[in-house]
């Protein structure tokens, strides 16, 4: 087996869709699966996930990639297309168009081919990113209602700090939101997975799952156990060697740790050349053998230490989780001033991958 090594779990992805839609039982899902997936693998995901009502992805190459592995469900391209060329390639591929911007408003008006889009128009209720503001909404959205190439309209926006607990930004941004919208009598999107899980307001006719669906927590304070998810990646690597380092020896480069005891240490074959953070601080939680550790020193290109003080049964060839079913990557994150999404979607090339579960479900 080679490590490292991700595994991917298709029926880890089913479990947490079916948390989305326990939470949301009256709306359509959206399964955003921009980025490769977060890191899990486009079109696998895309087939694991195929009772979805829909896919969301960030670009055009994404949505194509999809449409050529022969994925027939409706596919949202979340900021839309930018020139005349990628606006014809959208109609023949028969994707749903975000429109953010006046630019990309004219682009439909002034599209003559064959083909009519579904649109979602993007209100910016406070992100400050993408999307019409609350003094332009009106007249972009009159536009649109008279684009011949328009067939259906929607009305969407996204929320900024939809994690925050006490969520004041985020009942300002839903207040913008309706005031605008409210009345317009069409399908509505705002929850992603954090507005899902607290916002219940934020539940209309769509959401947008991402992070949860892979089974990570987008909620500090609260574990994807405590959520009912389940994590869909593991990774994982293998001890390739074990020393015994004396008291006040250093480990690694710039021996940044130094071993306050006579101390036993495992090197583990990962590094920051697979995606795993070169700042990851010493004390990093790792599991060896299943059982909880931490990394000392710092993260090389290809090998990670770890302590092996208190595990005098370790030995070269067991394995060392760095996330995954048994510590999720949300608890990894912060250890090296990052999120988890960034550590899902940094795994590098040379990681191998491995689904297990059913990747496809008969319909």
């Not at 999809?66 to 391209?77: N, P």
């Not at 996330?323 to 090296?336: I, K, M, S, T, Y």
């Amino acid at each position: 087996m080679r490590f490292p090594l991700a595994t991917i779990d298709g029926d880890a992805l089913r479990h947490n869709l079916a948390v989305v839609r326990q939470l949301a039982p009256d709306a359509k899902v959206i399964a955003v699966i921009k980025a490769n997936a977060y890191g899990h693998g486009l079109l696998e995901t895309a087939r694991a996930l195929a009772s979805t009502d829909a896919f969301g992805v960030a670009r055009l190459d994404e949505g194509l990639a999809l449409r050529v592995a022969s994925i027939a469900s409706r596919i949202v391209l979340l900021e839309g297309v930018f020139t005349a060329a990628e606006l014809q390639t959208a109609a023949q591929a028969k994707l749903d168009l975000v429109v953010h911007t006046f630019e990309q408003l004219q682009l439909l008006e002034s599209f003559a081919a064959a083909g009519r889009f579904d649109v979602w128009v993007k209100l910016d209720s406070g992100m400050n990113r993408l999307g019409f503001r609350a003094e332009h909404f009106a007249a972009a959205w009159s536009r649109l209602q008279r684009c011949r190439c328009v067939a259906t309209l929607r009305a969407m926006t996204h929320l900024a700090a939809a994690e925050d607990r006490e969520g004041h930004a985020t009942r300002e941004q839903l207040a913008r939101f309706e005031r605008l919208t409210g009345l317009l009598g069409v399908e509505r999107s705002v929850a992603n997975s954090a507005g899902l899980i607290l916002t219940s307001a934020a539940r209309l006719d769509w959401v947008r799952p991402g992070l949860m669906l892979y089974g990570i927590s987008p909620v500090p304070g609260l574990s994807a156990a405590q959520l009912g998810l389940r994590p869909a990646m593991t990774l994982m690597t293998q001890l390739i060697a074990t020393r015994d380092v004396p008291k006040g020896e250093g480990v690694g480069y710039g021996a940044i740790w130094r071993a306050p005891v006579d101390s036993r240490i495992g090197i583990a074959a990962v590094g920051y050349g697979d995606g795993y953070p070169r700042n990851m601080r010493g004390g990093t939680p790792v599991l060896v053998g299943g059982v909880r550790t931490t990394v000392v020193g710092r993260v090389s290109m290809d090998m990670t230490a770890v302590d092996l003080t208190q595990l005098p049964q370790a030995q070269v060839g067991d394995e060392v989780t760095l996330w995954g079913e048994q510590l999720g990557a949300e608890e990894v994150a912060p250890f090296a001033d990052t999120i988890a999404y960034e550590l899902v979607c940094g795994i590098s090339q040379r990681v191998a991958v491995e689904w297990k579960g059913s990747v496809i479900r008969d319909s």
